[in-house]
């Protein structure tokens, strides 16, 4: 950890520890190490990766959904090297890295880089727009009380906003607060799930991680999606990893159209062949039911349990909901955001913001990482992939004097 005393005045504070922050900072070093001296890692956990390792921890996650060649060093190569003596942790097809194998090669990343003491444990509550004589800052409100002095802001926060229907809004009763989550609050290893009935809502692989982890702790799970469920190994098309789609991406200058290719590329949520495939032989043995093509349009709280309306007439019955629904980019629905749109307002598609060619806020040394900055990346800008492009544009724009504002 870093002394509070060392962080009133900082050249480049990156906001958030996850992969897309790691990802840069070694990005970063590869090409300036003296850098290292000039940065600063803002995360409430303190250490690297926290809120992944959980996320993958609570919904058991087995292996990533990316290749080994998606990882935060720079060497894309540099995780299969690590493996040599564990290539059974490495997934068919395209090598895909197991939980722990990844866990394992970040946090040697982490020590080997000596990273640990770059993560200082606050969280950033507001970012105000300042002038320090003449020249553009940021002043960096923590939740501890201390303030930050900052030249160069970078934004990696993570994995958006949870996304919940519109009926959810809509239920009259109150109910247990347990008996209705979203999957970012849902940690398989502490629910006890024995008899109960589990209604999963979404059609993406996040589902299928919790119907699964669900059923092997004796629940019986309908798992429904509001449209058939589709069957992909990534979640975006390989071909938008490189030239064969981003060229015509990066010609298009209607930010609309790009926005439109990018929904159109994710399309929702879908499920790996090899989820399927357990999915549809737990079908077989009777604790899961699939109900493709139906949708909730009315929730009830009643006698202590759920009693669900789809648009089709169809009526369910459970104990609990979970929602797997996802979760939305949005700069309006993000308050640290609240100030520099005051001040340096910004153009928008559907929640998106226009940023320029190295993820930077029009006007500011203010960069942005992960889905937020797709309009500029693609569609896999909230990824491993799309962490590794943003990384190389970012790094560029802080190294290189010529193109810093002032």
């Known amino acids: 950890m870093m002394n509070s005393a060392n962080l ?16 840069l900072v070694t990005h970063i070093l590869q090409k300036k190490a003296k850098f290292r001296r000039r940065m600063v890692v803002l995360d409430p956990s303190g250490s690297w990766l926290s809120q992944w390792r959980h996320q993958f921890a609570a919904q058991n996650i087995p292996h990533l959904r990316s290749p080994a060649v998606h990882h935060p060093h720079p060497n894309p190569y540099q995780l299969r090297k690590f493996a040599e003596h564990r290539s059974d942790e490495l997934f068919a097809p395209y090598d895909l890295p197991g939980t722990n194998l990844f866990n394992d090669f970040c946090e040697d990343l982490v020590k080997s880089w000596q990273l640990e003491n770059l993560v200082y444990s606050d969280k950033v509550t507001r970012i105000l727009p300042i002038k320090v004589r003449s020249y553009n800052r940021f002043q960096l409100m923590l939740e501890s009380g201390n303030q930050l002095i900052v030249r160069r802001v970078i934004l990696a926060t993570g994995g958006g906003i949870p996304q919940f229907p519109d009926w959810v809004n809509n239920i009259k009763k109150t109910y247990p607060q ?10 398989l290893r502490t629910v006890k799930l024995k008899n109960k009935r589990i209604l999963i809502i979404g059609g993406g692989l996040t589902s299928g991680h919790l119907a699964v982890g669900a059923i092997e702790q004796g629940a019986k799970v309908i798992l429904m999606a509001r449209r058939q469920l589709k069957e992909k190994l990534f979640d975006a098309d390989p071909g938008w990893l490189g030239p064969k789609y981003l060229k015509d991406f990066y010609l298009e200058l ?11 590329a994710r399309d929702g949520g879908s499920m790996t062949p090899a989820m399927m495939l357990k999915l ?81 806020w029009p006007s500011l040394e203010l960069f942005i990482m992960g889905g937020l900055s797709a309009l500029q990346i693609g569609p896999v800008a909230r990824n491993l992939a799309g962490a590794i492009k943003g990384s190389q544009r970012i790094a560029e724009a802080l190294i290189k004097p010529s193109l810093a504002m002032l």
């Open 8 to 23: 009133e005045k900082v050249d480049i504070a990156i906001v958030g520890a996850g992969p897309q922050a790691l990802t």
């Open 178 to 187: 347990d008996r209705l989550l979203h999957s970012q609050q849902i940690d």
């Open 254 to 264: 209607d930010w609309e159209k790009r926005w439109t290719l990018i929904h159109q």
């Open 280 to 360: 549809r032989r737990m079908t077989r043995d009777k604790p899961l039911t699939l109900e493709e093509n139906c949708q909730v349009v009315k929730a009830d709280w009643k006698d202590n349990q759920w009693q669900i309306k789809c648009q089709d007439e169809k009526h369910f019955s459970c104990d609990q909901i979970w929602l797997a629904t996802g979760t939305q980019f949005r700069v309006n629905d993000h308050p640290l955001f609240t100030d520099i749109q005051k001040n340096y307002p910004t153009q928008f598609v559907q929640g998106l913001p226009i940023l320029d060619q190295y993820l930077r």
